[in-house]
């Protein structure tokens, strides 16, 4: 009896334990969900991360992580997600969506039209599927499967505004421009509210030079669509034809205002700068343009005209000299290289261009053509035309189906924040604790926990990689904490004492940014105690950011190899210290010796596979040894950690 009695106890221990964690899962599921909805998608990961350690069998975990980090911009890492969702579940249509999604996001688009078909199979009522399905063959160039597709859409669901769209883009990138015509109008009778739409309106308008009705139709794509960057492009192209100078500088400060990097929108401006007369800002926008092209010669060619005019000849010669390589028959690029060189008083070579040009003009009778005349000015071209002698005209995109959105929405779409593409810094002794302002992983240290314990410092020392600015009471805290360890330093009786004390001042001088004084104290602290490794450590990371601080690069290569020595005595006295492995790849990274930097992280990821800023490093060698999938992978990674700066460098890289 007494034996039955508590089997049934710890029977009913135990089912009220597994109910008790499916009703955990379940919440986190539950709160997974209301934080996608809210598109707080790093909380998202944090959630999922939980469930997936825990109960790697629920698809719905991986699902929602992989929707999160698609709309992170780790598409690589969502696709990792949504194959093991469809592995668990594969007769949920949701996810077939949701990773054609992704596919088209990766430009998969064979695999997208597969997975779209798998989705018709299992919802074959869902007109989305069947939309996409013909939008995946679009972008494969399948353009009669793409018809017969919208074809078939149109008579199951006639009102559906955005095949008539898409059927329009066939007719548009085909330059079928009459068909196109018929079936944008045909779309806005369907919906006149779509400001896709209009926006393809107003390129057929633009096309054609129909400037006050290619206005009028951007403006009406901005009303119902005011985040599409390149319509206040497109409608500035058109004012600055009808005159209305002002108003297209609007327009296009308006369109790098909410894309910073648009390609389209800073040429543009330039072109329009050069008009007005605003040299200074279209030299800048023009430099902009060659950060992203360095070998855009129309945009080196208008540089070149603007630093002529503003009397930079030097520099204007340079910008000249690249065109002319490049197209030694450029006449009026060698006239406007000779004006200068004769500026500097540079004659012989200014003769010698003249010279080329009239040989040129009496053996072929070529004239040349005043800039900014009305017909060149109403001329536009594609992004991809190279012809030198269209270095005046517009440029407008050759394909283009939907424009990319703008969102500023940091806790939402984090991956467009602007980011550095620097590696993460060193980890050190510090008396801030470590956060990477999501996660909540704590760094840990034996032997620094060893010091706080026997030591007892006058502060606790943590281990971190970064801190927050100090404020006025830090501030006041660190300097005092200085003046009592000195105090204690000059009187210290007990010599075994010292190393510790010279060891806190040095973190505090750290702290403080004064570098000197902590690398003077930590190697009076070594000369005391040649076997502290925490002392060899930070006097690694100091020498590494005095360098950084100092911005001197003569002395840089010696700096890295003294901290790389010091980063080897840590490591002989404490080789499993993950953060050591770490930091001392950091180091051979900045003397791009990757192949022992992937080592080290290697090694640093092994002892701790939760450094995420490991992986984020390791990231961008792979990245720089260019294999680009792997890298971002471990971007993904690290991302998936909390270092969400990671989502902004795969968007970077992938563009």
């Not at 695999?111 to 199979?121: F, G, N, P, Q, V």
């Not at 494969?140 to 199951?156: E, G, N, S």
């Not at 911005?551 to 490591?571: G, R, Y």
Request: aromatic share 12%; charged share 25%.
């Amino acid at each position: 009896m007494l034996r039955r009695l508590l089997i049934l106890i710890t029977f009913s221990f135990t089912v009220h334990a597994v109910g008790l964690a499916q009703y955990n899962t379940q919440r986190l599921l539950d709160v997974s969900a209301t934080a996608l909805d809210n598109k707080d998608f790093v909380v998202v990961i944090q959630y999922c991360n939980n469930i997936i350690s825990n109960r790697p069998n629920l698809y719905k975990a991986w699902f929602y992580r992989g929707v999160a980090k698609h709309c992170l911009g780790d598409y690589t890492g969502a696709e990792e997600d949504y194959n093991q969702a469809v592995k668990l579940n594969p007769y949920v249509h949701e996810l077939f969506r949701e990773r054609a999604n992704n596919r088209m996001s990766l430009k998969t688009y064979d695999l997208a039209t597969e997975d779209y078909s798998r989705a018709i199979a299992l919802s074959p009522d869902n007109k989305e599927y069947w939309f996409n399905r013909a939008l995946s063959r679009y972008y494969q160039k399948d353009v009669k499967q793409t018809r017969q597709d919208l074809q078939y859409i149109l008579k199951r669901w006639p009102t559906l505004p955005n095949t008539y769209a898409l059927m329009t883009e066939t007719y548009l990138n085909a330059n079928d421009t009459l068909n196109a015509r018929r079936w944008v109008e045909k779309t806005l009778k369907v919906n006149p509210y779509d400001g896709n739409s209009w926006s393809i309106l107003g390129r057929l308008c633009l096309r054609r030079n129909n400037w006050n009705k290619a206005e009028q139709a951007f403006s009406q794509a901005i009303h119902y669509t005011p985040n599409v960057v390149n319509n206040y492009t497109y409608r500035a192209m058109c004012r600055v034809n009808l005159n209305r100078l002002g108003q297209a500088m609007d327009d296009f400060d308006k369109a790098i205002e909410m894309d910073p990097n648009s390609f389209l929108a800073h040429y543009n401006r330039g072109l329009l700068g050069v008009t007005v007369g605003d040299d200074n800002k279209a030299i800048r926008d023009f430099s902009f343009v060659l950060r992203l092209e360095p070998n855009n010669l129309q945009a080196l060619y208008n540089r070149a005209l603007l630093l002529d005019r503003v009397g930079n000849y030097t520099e204007a010669i340079a910008d000249y000299s690249r065109v002319i390589n490049k197209f030694p028959n450029f006449w009026a690029g060698l006239l406007n290289r000779a004006k200068c060189y004769r500026h500097l008083g540079m004659t012989a070579k200014a003769e010698l261009d003249e010279f080329r040009v009239l040989k040129a003009q009496m053996n072929k009778h070529l004239g040349i053509q005043q800039r900014w005349s009305k017909e060149k000015l109403r001329q536009v071209r594609k992004m991809n035309d190279f012809d030198i002698e269209k270095y005046d005209r517009w440029i407008v995109l050759g394909e283009e189906v939907s424009t990319p959105q703008y969102s500023s929405n940091i806790r939402g779409y984090i991956q467009n924040r602007r980011v550095s593409t620097d590696y993460m810094p060193m980890y050190f002794l510090s008396y801030q604790s470590y956060t990477n302002g999501v996660n909540d992983y704590q760094v840990s240290s034996k032997e620094v926990d060893g010091f706080n314990e026997r030591q007892a410092p006058l502060h606790k020392l943590y281990v971190t990689c970064r801190t927050v600015p100090a404020n006025e009471q830090q501030a006041k805290q660190y300097f005092r904490l200085i003046e009592r360890l000195s105090e204690r330093i000059n009187k210290f009786s007990d010599p075994k004492a010292l190393p510790s004390l010279l060891l806190q001042r040095a973190v505090a001088y750290t702290a403080t940014y004064d570098y000197a004084d902590a690398l003077n104290d930590l190697s009076a602290c070594i000369e005391q105690d040649s076997t502290l490794s925490m002392a060899y450590w930070q006097r690694a990371a100091c020498l590494i950011l005095s360098a950084n601080n100092e911005n001197t690069t003569a002395s840089d290569e010696l700096v890295i190899k003294k901290a790389i020595d010091d980063l080897k005595k840590a490591m002989a006295l404490n080789a499993d210290n993950p953060y050591l492995h770490y930091d001392l790849g950091n180091a051979y990274a900045l003397q791009k010796d990757y192949a022992r930097a992937m080592v080290c992280y290697d090694k640093a990821l092994k002892l701790d596979s939760r450094i995420a800023e490991a992986y984020y490093n390791r990231g961008l060698v792979k990245i720089a040894l260019q294999q680009q999938t792997e890298g971002l992978k471990d971007l993904g990674k690290a991302g998936e950690l909390g270092l969400y700066d990671a989502y902004g460098v795969i968007k970077q890289v992938e563009k």
